[in-house]
């Protein structure tokens, strides 16, 4: 049967210089010397593989036509396989069979391995090979091919790497790289490739999406205009955070850039909103207490942790936002609210200079590649408010990016700001000086503004920047000038109160109503008599009074209602209190 089929491709294996057959067992001699006498102009070679049962591989060229027990040309297969073992003359029967088949004869690609380096190869051939198609190499594990050049790809390896040597076969599965998805993944610590990390098995789903996708058109998308609540009272006031926004964290390292995005995590409870973190070089033990502190603030039920950590290899840190953002987008096609928080895109970035440098892309500036650009834009734009007609969900993303000794204008800061719709500057002196969160007013900033903020929160935040800003201005001026005038003297003042009750504890968010009256009172001056130092304990006997003793007027501000008459309400109420 052997013989009678390559008769029949004689046309296109007769061109070809070497031809390998592959059978469980060796060629009899006979069956070689008809086969030498058909192709006589090539190289014939008989090539026993124990993993075929029944059946045969031709290869040529790189390319392999499969009529094994495992090929997908099914019909064709399945009868020449059924009478393997017919003692009746088939070829006749055959031939006619043969000439039948009118269905696509399985090929399949393959590649030699020529090195590898640091989770890198490079394997020559595979012409037709896709950009970011899944290659499979000869032990069973994956590769994911990233440069695509003449005489062959550069791909990088999804595992480990350490076996693979010279001279292995890679071959093309024709598909690109794709993760599987479900309800099942909230509230599990997963790998970039959705293996489980936290030692429970997961449950497999048939839905699968891929890790890169282009980002919904601007008809499919509508405007921000729902808060997204942090419970910092500094930015739900200063600088809103919308559902299907990207803000910016940045700062020098150990600022509080995590603290922030954790506590928005904590916050998103009983609010419908799912949230991912993604860990991209992060210390494993630094991931394990943020694991902790999310299971003991109950939120962890609601979160996706994707973790690449300082440990794993650059290909893994590279993929992790990828993947975490699919998880999102089918969260998002259900409907649904997602919060994903990168942590950090500087890592991310260093990851891929790495990889790009091993495969030879030529370095730009600070040595990173001409598309690192390229690289967060496409994951960031993902991140939207999808119209009604889309399902009406978000992704709000909150990417963080570390900075150099406060060093916005460098390369990968600079990109992601143009990138973002606003950013969160935590400046260090502020940090030290024990204003937490140490955010910098004047350097932050939301391209969103009011549209992302309660009535009440538009209402009284109106003035805070300005007071706010003023007030640095003025505290700088006061350390050169002992002789301040009354009025200069009571902003200054003011000022202090109103840092004051910006700061906040770890873990801790405030509801919309607690930040609401504790920037009312401190706006209109209810806070300047109250020595500094007592600030932070009469302001949350402020907002127990009016929530305790007001019933009306709590029951008008839980429903979110804000006039004049509640604000000549809430002045006679503390007025009263601080009598």
Request: hydrophobic residues 40%; charged residues 25%.
């Amino acid at each position: 049967m052997l013989v009678k089929i390559i008769q029949k491709l004689s046309e296109i294996l007769s061109k070809q210089k070497s031809i390998e057959i592959h059978t469980n067992k060796l060629l009899t001699e006979s069956e070689y010397s008809e086969l030498k006498s058909i192709l006589s102009d090539s190289i014939l070679k008989s090539v026993v593989d124990p993993s075929i049962s029944q059946g045969f591989k031709i290869i040529f060229d790189n390319k392999e036509l499969d009529f094994t027990l495992d090929s997908d040309s099914q019909d064709l297969k399945n009868y020449l396989l059924d009478n393997l073992s017919n003692s009746r003359d088939l070829v006749e029967e055959l031939k006619e069979k043969i000439e039948e088949y009118k269905g696509e004869i399985k090929m399949t690609e393959f590649g030699t391995v020529l090195s590898v380096k640091d989770g890198i190869v490079f394997i020559e051939g595979l012409q037709n090979c896709k950009n970011n198609e899944l290659l499979e190499l000869e032990n069973k594990e994956l590769a994911l091919a990233l440069n695509l050049e003449k005489n062959g790809v550069g791909a990088i390896v999804l595992g480990p790497f350490h076996h693979i040597k010279t001279g292995d076969k890679a071959k093309r599965t024709n598909r690109i790289l794709s993760i599987p998805v479900s309800d099942h993944l909230l509230g599990r610590v997963l790998s970039p490739l959705v293996e489980p990390l936290d030692g429970k098995s997961i449950e497999k789903s048939e839905i699968y999406y891929p890790i890169e996708k282009v980002a919904p058109g601007v008809m499919k998308r509508e405007p921000i205009n729902t808060p997204l609540l942090t419970g910092i009272t500094s930015i739900d006031a200063l600088v809103p955070i919308g559902r299907g926004q990207r803000e910016l964290i940045l700062g020098d390292r150990q600022t509080g850039k995590t603290t922030i995005a954790i506590d928005t995590i904590i916050n998103q409870k009983g609010k419908d909103v799912i949230c991912i973190y993604v860990a991209i070089g992060q210390k494993t033990s630094k991931v394990s207490r943020l694991i902790e502190t999310l299971k003991a603030k109950g939120a962890l039920d609601y979160t996706i942790i994707v973790s690449a950590n300082a440990s794993d290899s650059a290909a893994l840190q590279y993929l992790a936002p990828y993947s975490a953002t699919a998880i999102a987008e089918y969260f998002l096609d259900k409907g649904k609210d997602v919060l994903i928080v990168y942590d950090d895109l500087s890592k991310h970035a260093v990851a891929y200079r790495e990889l790009s440098l091993i495969l030879r892309r030529p370095p730009g500036r600070e040595a990173y590649p001409g598309d690192v650009f390229y690289l967060h834009s496409r994951l960031l734009e993902r991140s939207c408010k999808l119209n009604k007609e889309n399902g009406g969900g978000s992704i709000t993303a909150l990417p963080i990016i570390e900075t150099q000794a406060g060093d916005i204008s460098a390369y990968i800061p600079t990109n992601v700001i143009s990138i973002t719709d606003g950013q969160i500057f935590l400046e260090t002196d502020l940090f030290y000086k024990g204003v937490r969160p140490a955010i910098n007013v004047g350097l932050s900033v939301s391209r969103v503004g009011s549209a992302a903020q309660t009535k009440q929160m538009k209402k009284v935040a109106g003035k805070l920047k300005l007071t706010l800003a003023q007030f640095r201005e003025l505290e700088a001026f006061a350390q050169f000038s002992s002789d301040l005038d009354q009025k200069t003297k009571e902003q200054i003042e003011r000022g202090y109160r109103i840092t004051e009750i910006l700061k906040q504890t770890n873990n801790n968010p405030l509801s919309i109503l607690e930040q609401v009256l504790s920037i009312f009172a401190a706006v209109n001056g209810f806070l300047d008599p109250i020595p500094l130092e007592d600030i932070s304990l009469k302001k949350s006997e402020f907002v127990k009074h009016i929530l305790t003793t007001t019933t009306d007027l709590k029951d008008r501000l839980i429903n979110g209602e804000w006039d004049e008459k509640i604000e000549e309400q809430l002045k006679q109420v503390f007025t009263e209190y601080l009598r």
